[in-house]
């Protein structure tokens, strides 16, 4: 079974920050490309952040370099890095990979700014 657990969301208030965490198990973690998507609801989903295998990364146009994806190949983690954060950044967070052909999600961690 593969599992992706989010943890780190939680309350700031407008210009904070916060380290968003995903926990793998059952990949090869070091092989598999990861992604942060988040979610309003009502809206859809929309893609945040992607950490190829071999490190390289790609943000959505939004972030506009206050976010950072990283990687702990040692610890089947990935993490999402969250600075200057805005009201508009309130969301819930998933983190994604694909894996033997099957989309794999988390089940998200709320991440809530407040002005």
């Known amino acids: 079974q593969v599992y992706l657990v989010e943890s780190g969301g939680g309350l700031v208030q407008s210009g904070g920050a916060l380290r968003l965490s995903c926990k793998t198990s059952?990949?090869?973690?070091?092989?598999?490309?990861m992604n942060w998507y988040r979610q309003v609801p009502g809206n859809q989903r929309e893609f945040v952040a992607r950490?190829?295998?071999?490190?390289?990364?790609s943000y959505a146009g939004f972030v506009k370099a206050r976010f950072t994806i990283s990687r702990d190949n040692t610890r089947n983690t990935a993490h999402l890095q969250l600075n200057l954060l805005e009201p508009e950044d309130t969301a819930v967070h998933y983190c994604?990979?694909?894996?033997?052909?099957?989309?794999?999600w988390g089940r998200g961690t709320q991440v809530t700014v407040s002005s």
């Open positions: 059952g990949i090869r973690f070091s092989l598999a490309h």
């Open positions: 950490i190829t295998n071999n490190g390289t990364t």
């Open positions: 994604n990979t694909s894996w033997k052909g099957r989309d794999v």
